[in-house]
């Protein structure tokens, strides 16, 4: 069974839906039958792969543990110590270091299902035990939001106090209607982009052979094929978040229509793309600025988003394409600053139409580019 | 205006690199493009300095510092 891919997934689903459904209009709260569903969908989703099965439930069990001692350590002893710090992100970050390097190590059956999003999810709360901005954790309702079914697989990848903020309340009726009828709008919108969309890019692909002209083919038809299956299933997933009453931030929003490389990370896989802003790239700022090390600030940002997307392209893989990917949109990020800072007709034309529309134009090329060399087809 | 609105709209004029944000105080900035990932670090961590209170990077939404009327609001809420 795959993960929104196969029918029994999705029987399973609308099984899962009917008792959500049920409880939420009538007033009730879903979460426990949230829960129960989380760890039936789960058990569906791996009980034929049991190396898997064993490896996610020992991770859970491991963050679990982890989050627990560290909320312990805050809480008896402060938030000063940054080895104490340091060392609990390693340690969630381990379970993934460790997968993704037996990968290229020639041993792919360390991986199992979602490890790359739910180490997220896990070092966020860690990380904002440490910053304060965290001092309880409840533990079912943690486990809820590490392993929240529908966007196990590949995200999208919630905050925690956003999550508990909707677990705090409970629909009326009305507004759980509301998030029912938002859902199913997604879920359709994902079943089209996903089975209809990415289905024809991708049958596309298979017909193109080598030389410049078919790699320019490829270019536009694996970067569309990818956004219509990660868009698709992203959609698919929030809507079904929605009638467990959970409000799953989006992922994309109308991407190609970005207007710089700036705009474009606040409009694909946005989650990923704030979630490295907020726990990698500030935190890096912060650390340059405070201990001084470069002295000119805009220069600081440059370092630090070139680094931080660089860290972001070796996340999808270790293969040198996915590093080159996230280096060139570092580089891009940095360049578009300078170009927004420096350039005397961008501040007086940025407003102006035709300007806008160039600037579409050249960015979505610049993207497609991009996804060129995610494809590996240039380096390989 | 007491010294801490002084400093926090000198710090708003540094970030955005300009004095005219605080003539349009309700302006969001990040959406006139004044206020990016990097200005929004910047005016944390200053805020940070000036107030004495050291604000993590997720500690607010950005709405909370979207405008300057918010920024100085925020950094009287600091205080």
């Not at chain 1, 949230?34 to 190396?51: E, F, K, N, Q």
């Not at chain 2, 309700?26 to 209170?53: K, M, Q, R």
Request: aromatic share 14%.
């Amino acid at each position: 069974m795959i993960a929104f891919g196969s029918l029994e997934f999705f029987l399973l689903l609308a099984l899962m839906c009917l008792p959500a459904l049920a409880l939420g209009l009538a007033g009730r709260r879903i979460q426990w039958w949230g829960m129960a569903s989380t760890v039936i969908v789960l058990g569906a989703l791996l009980w034929d792969t049991p190396r898997q099965l064993a490896l996610f439930l020992a991770f859970v069990v491991g963050q679990f543990v982890l989050v627990r001692l560290h909320l312990w350590w805050v809480t008896t002893r402060g938030r000063e110590a940054a080895w104490e710090r340091r060392l609990v992100v390693a340690l969630a970050l381990l379970p993934m270091a460790l997968v993704k390097l037996a990968g290229v190590a020639g041993h792919p059956h360390l991986t199992f299902l979602g490890v790359s999003y739910l180490s997220f999810r896990a070092i966020q709360v860690i990380l904002e035990i440490s910053d304060g901005l965290i001092t309880r954790v409840r533990s079912l309702d943690y486990l809820y939001f590490l392993t929240f079914f529908p966007s196990v697989a590949s995200g999208p990848i919630d905050r925690s106090r956003r999550f508990d903020q909707d677990l705090a309340s409970v629909p009326t009726p009305a507004e759980y209607g509301a998030m029912v009828l938002k859902g199913i709008r997604f879920v359709a919108l994902g079943a089209i982009y996903k089975f209809v969309g990415a289905a024809i890019f991708a049958r596309g692909l298979g017909t193109l052979g080598t030389g410049f002209v078919e790699t320019w083919k490829y270019m536009y038809v694996y970067g569309l094929d990818l956004f219509f299956d990660f868009a698709g299933y992203s959609l698919m997933a929030v809507g079904v978040s929605y009638f467990f009453a959970i409000r799953t931030p989006v992922n994309f929003r109308m991407p190609f229509l970005s207007e710089s490389i700036k705009d474009f990370w606040n409009r694909w896989h946005i989650t990923l793309s704030f979630w490295f802003r907020d726990y990698i790239y500030s935190r890096m700022v912060m650390a340059i600025f405070k201990r001084k090390l470069i002295s000119d600030r805009a220069r600081a940002g440059h370092v630090a988003v070139i680094a931080n997307m660089g860290i972001m392209g070796i996340w999808h893989g270790t293969g040198i394409n996915f590093l080159l990917y996230g280096l060139y949109h570092g580089v891009l990020l940095a360049l578009t600053d300078v170009y927004e800072r420096r350039v005397g007709w961008h501040k007086r034309l940025k407003n102006v139409l035709w300007y806008r529309l160039v600037m579409i134009a050249v960015t979505f090329h610049l993207v497609m580019f991009s996804f060129l060399i995610f494809s590996g087809r240039l380096t390989s | 205006m007491t010294d801490l609105d002084t400093q926090v709209d000198e710090l708003i004029t540094r970030v955005c690199g300009t004095a005219e944000v605080l003539d349009e105080p309700d302006l969001d900035l990040f959406e006139a493009g004044v206020l990016d990932s990097l200005g929004a670090v910047e005016l944390l961590v200053e805020l940070g300095e000036i107030t004495g209170v050291h604000v993590a990077p997720t500690e607010a939404d950005r709405e909370e510092f979207s405008s300057v009327t918010r920024i100085r609001e925020f950094a009287r809420s600091l205080q």
